[in-house]
């Protein structure tokens, strides 16, 4: 059985890898984009494109990812979307892609966690920005 | 002891974040956060946090030194005032 890297089940995760570049601060996940998923076929009808609010998703995906690696959780856990902010969409990203998704943490504070992220794709950024995490249910403890 | 203007921490919390009162209603000594006060939240007191750290060079390390440090604008800058390495604010 294919280990989780995300606490979504499969039909909402958006990381197949990740890599542990640096403890603690730096991660590199990717995403190959199934042309099979069924976003892509009403975004748009006949020209098909990732909608950025799941550029947004893979973003505070693997963002969660490394914020439970640096807390050492023992299998992926769920963390709160608190903020999303400075999103920038440089490119289309295309069916059959691999994105992928870098994210630093800017900073660590009790119950939330702020990161900067960068998505590419063969090299190429197509969106980055930040997003506030919170370990919290409340997205504002 | 460093000089911080009350004006450049007003202009930080406008910068950082999302304000329910005007800039120039905030008092000195007005709570950041609460209803009573400026409503501020826990988001607002990370982003608070971060600009404090890259405007003036000095970490408001946890979160409960910035329960102590961000109670006002007034405890803020006390608290920068005191720090030992405080550089001048960065225009």
């Given at each position: 059985?294919?280990?989780?890297?995300?606490?979504?089940?499969?039909?909402?995760?958006?990381?197949?890898?990740?890599?542990?570049?640096?403890?603690?601060?730096?991660?590199?996940?990717?995403?190959?984009?199934?042309?099979?998923?069924?976003?892509?076929?009403?975004?748009?009808?006949?020209?098909?494109?990732?909608?950025?609010?799941?550029?947004?998703?893979?973003?505070?995906?693997?963002?969660?990812?490394?914020?439970?690696?640096?807390?050492?959780?023992?299998?992926?856990?769920?963390?709160?979307?608190?903020?999303?902010?400075?999103?920038?969409?440089?490119?289309?990203?295309?069916?059959?892609?691999?994105?992928?998704?870098?994210?630093?943490?800017?900073?660590?504070?009790?119950?939330?966690?702020?990161?900067?992220?960068?998505?590419?794709?063969?090299?190429?950024?197509?969106?980055?920005?930040?997003?506030?995490?919170?370990?919290?249910?409340?997205?504002?403890? | 002891?460093?000089?911080?203007?009350?004006?450049?921490?007003?202009?930080?919390?406008?910068?950082?974040?999302?304000?329910?009162?005007?800039?120039?209603?905030?008092?000195?000594?007005?709570?950041?956060?609460?209803?009573?006060?400026?409503?501020?939240?826990?988001?607002?007191?990370?982003?608070?946090?971060?600009?404090?750290?890259?405007?003036?060079?000095?970490?408001?390390?946890?979160?409960?030194?910035?329960?102590?440090?961000?109670?006002?604008?007034?405890?803020?800058?006390?608290?920068?005032?005191?720090?030992?390495?405080?550089?001048?604010?960065k225009s």
């Open positions: 059985m294919k280990q989780r890297l995300t606490p979504h089940g499969p039909g909402f995760s958006f990381i197949d890898s990740i890599e542990i570049v640096e403890s603690g601060h730096l991660l590199r996940a990717s995403k190959w984009l199934d042309p099979k998923s069924p976003f892509f076929g009403d975004h748009f009808p006949g020209n098909p494109m990732m909608p950025g609010v799941l550029l947004v998703e893979c973003a505070a995906q693997a963002a969660g990812a490394l914020w439970g690696s640096i807390q050492k959780q023992s299998k992926p856990k769920a963390f709160m979307l608190a903020k999303v902010q400075d999103f920038r969409f440089k490119q289309p990203v295309l069916p059959g892609q691999t994105l992928t998704i870098e994210v630093t943490l800017e900073k660590d504070f009790g119950a939330l966690a702020q990161f900067n992220i960068e998505l590419s794709v063969a090299g190429k950024p197509v969106a980055g920005g930040s997003v506030i995490l919170s370990s919290s249910q409340a997205t504002s403890p | 002891m460093r000089q911080i203007d009350i004006n450049d921490l007003k202009q930080l919390l406008v910068e950082n974040c999302m304000l329910k009162i005007k800039a120039d209603e905030i008092g000195d000594e007005m709570p950041l956060f609460g209803p009573e006060g400026v409503g501020l939240d826990s988001i607002d007191a990370l982003q608070i946090t971060l600009a404090v750290e890259k405007k003036f060079g000095i970490p408001i390390k946890d979160p409960a030194t910035a329960r102590q440090v961000l109670q006002s604008l007034g405890t803020l800058r006390d608290w920068l005032r005191r720090q030992p390495d405080a550089p001048t604010a």
